[in-house]
């Protein structure tokens, strides 16, 4: 089992930066592939970014492609999300997740654990 805990959230101002982490437990990390979701007050969840277990490969919502950049440290049990040029449309709570597949996937359905979420409120 695999558990996930979120920290870097907070309020920052249109245009500014954050940078999300994501840490986990377990000795596997470096064998799934890993994922940040967001979901905002009446919305879905959806994906914003998936890394595969080596960070070879990596994928982006098409909304945050060029502003955002996920990345993982196998070594240190953690995947980043670093935010930049943020707007106000991407305020909602973010939540990292893990798949035993190893590949970058970008299905919900995919991701058999999840962290708590943080909060990120990006003010205009």
């Known amino acids: 089992q695999v558990q996930l805990v979120e920290s870097g959230g907070g309020l920052v101002q249109a245009g500014g930066s954050l940078r999300l982490s994501c840490a986990a437990s377990?000795?596997?990390?470096?064998?799934?592939?890993m994922g940040w979701f967001r979901q905002a007050p009446g919305k879905e969840r959806e994906s914003v970014a998936a890394i595969d277990r080596t960070g070879a490969i990596i994928s982006y919502a098409d909304s945050v492609k060029g502003r955002f950049t996920i990345s993982r440290d196998n070594a240190k049990n953690t995947v980043y999300l670093q935010m930049n040029s943020l707007k106000p449309e991407d305020t909602a709570v973010y939540a990292c997740?893990?798949?035993?597949?190893?590949?970058?996937?970008?299905?919900?359905?995919?991701?058999?654990?999840w962290g708590q979420g943080t909060q990120v409120t990006v003010s205009s």
């Open positions: 997740a893990a798949t035993p597949n190893s590949w970058a996937s970008r299905y919900i359905a995919s991701y058999t654990y």
């Open positions: 377990g000795r596997t990390f470096s064998t799934y592939g």
